[in-house]
């Protein structure tokens, strides 16, 4: 797997945020990406560029060599709000549900996580990196300055993807949002590898009655505390 990056391989901060779906992980990610002028790694995303990649090319879920050699495979290109993979825009269809719990299901074998390990340590570059995922501070980058753990009741981060969905215009049922989320979270923390679970020096944050900006200010206070950017 190739995803185009800056040049330059120098050794850059990171800030990791981990947590499960619907913790607003991504949002706080992009925003905290922004406001640092940090590049940001949103890793679920190249597990859902792999599972959409598969079911389009009718790879079985669970052949984790087929799997692997087509992640190995892909050239990726995040810019903006477009996700661009092997020239072909994948930005929406990689959101839909079904793409969501296929996503689920390659994330869980440990061949498609190697072969995209490398690929995901090489988005560290200057001047810092924002990592969102599931195992950023366990696994990825172990070492990062400031790992985050975003965690929220089930309940209101289902509501929350209704929302956004509903936002959207699309139809949903709140209930099958809520179930297909326990069982995303069931099989996200019960998996053998890189099971998510907060790095041992994680920060723990629930954001279940907090804002977005009150979760930020949080982080920037961490941040703070360990000198990754400049009071204002
Ligand atoms: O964060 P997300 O919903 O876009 O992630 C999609 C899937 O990928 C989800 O089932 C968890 C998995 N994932 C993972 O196993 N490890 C990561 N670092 C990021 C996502």
Not at 40 to 61: H, Q
Not at 208 to 227: F, G, N, P
Request: aromatic content about 2%.
């Amino acid at each position: 797997m190739k995803v185009s990056h800056p040049e330059g391989n120098e050794i850059a901060p990171v800030i990791t945020i981990d947590g499960p779906s619907g913790s607003g992980k991504g949002t706080i990610a992009g925003l905290l990406a922004k406001n640092l002028g940090w590049h940001l790694l949103d890793s679920g995303a190249l597990y859902r560029i792999v599972a959409a990649r598969a079911l389009d090319l009718d790879i079985a879920l669970d052949d984790a060599a087929a799997l692997a050699a087509m992640a190995g495979s892909l050239s990726i290109r995040f810019a903006e709000d477009l996700v661009e993979v092997d020239g072909q825009d994948l930005t929406l269809v990689i959101r839909t549900e079904a793409v969501s719990a296929a996503a689920s299901e390659v994330a869980a074998l440990p061949e498609v996580r190697d072969a995209i390990l490398q690929a995901q340590r090489a988005m560290c570059q200057p001047p810092g990196l924002v990592a969102d995922g599931r195992d950023m501070g366990t696994v990825v980058f172990p070492g990062a300055r400031l790992k985050i753990y975003l965690d929220a009741s089930a309940e209101v981060r289902a509501e929350r993807r209704y929302n956004q969905l509903k936002n959207k215009g699309l139809s949903v049922s709140l209930r099958a949002l809520l179930t297909s989320l326990q069982e995303r979270d069931a099989r996200d923390k019960g998996r053998a590898v890189s099971p998510l679970e907060p790095a041992k020096d994680a920060l723990v944050i629930d954001s279940t009655d907090l804002s977005i900006d009150e979760v930020l200010a949080r982080i920037h206070t961490e941040a703070l505390k360990r000198d990754l950017v400049d009071g204002v």
